[in-house]
């Protein structure tokens, strides 16, 4: 099992549905992965058996699980292919798939269960709509997909957690640091068992503010979309 307290950060490079074999040679000829860190590429299912990992510090991640275990579901992939695939992180209720693919708390929780079963670590993303964030809503809806999204089963050692405010992803736009270190200081004190979690901040993330969001307190490593298809421009982030 992975130890996910020996990384000082964890960063996940999220590629969403971009890449091609040919994209993915020269990332991994440029990626320089820093040895105190946790690093972690999702790419789209059918690059997963491409991806590299070296059980230290670069770890392979899908960026979906099915639902279901198996059956007859046309077009899925199980929780257990990816293992069998040597997937050892999935992210799990990112926004978009919240939002374009009708992805409930309920939907988050029991593909976080199956990935658990697995050995896999989810990243359970969570995040407030701009229209939520300017009527004060935050906190409860954080608390809500907390509540609803997370299975017992997790513990800050086999399940991650990534704040991204769905007005920042790929916008350009973030909340302030001290925002970003409140928003994480609640997470983490929202029940006593989430104290030890490790939560990453997701949303325009990139080379000019990535220390300065790493180095916050209660920020344990970065989720990163837009920025993480620039091999270069990762390399800084993650060193
Ligand atoms: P972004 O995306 O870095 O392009 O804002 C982050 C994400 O969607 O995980």
Redesign the pocket.
Known sequence: MINLDNYSSIFIA?WKLNGNYSFLKEYYEKLKVNSNNCTIICSSSIYLQSLKGNNKNLFCGAQDVSLFKEGAYTGELSASMLRDNNIDFCLVG?S?RRQYFAETNNNVKTKSLNLIEENIIPVICIGETLEQKENNLTEEILFTQIKESIPNSATHQNALIAY?PVW???TGLTPTLDEINQVHELIKNFDQKFINYKVLY????KSSNSKEITELTHVDGC?????SLKVDEFNTIIS
């Open positions: 999220n990112h978009e991204e920042a992803i790929g997701g949303g325009s993330v989720l990163i979309g837009g920025a």
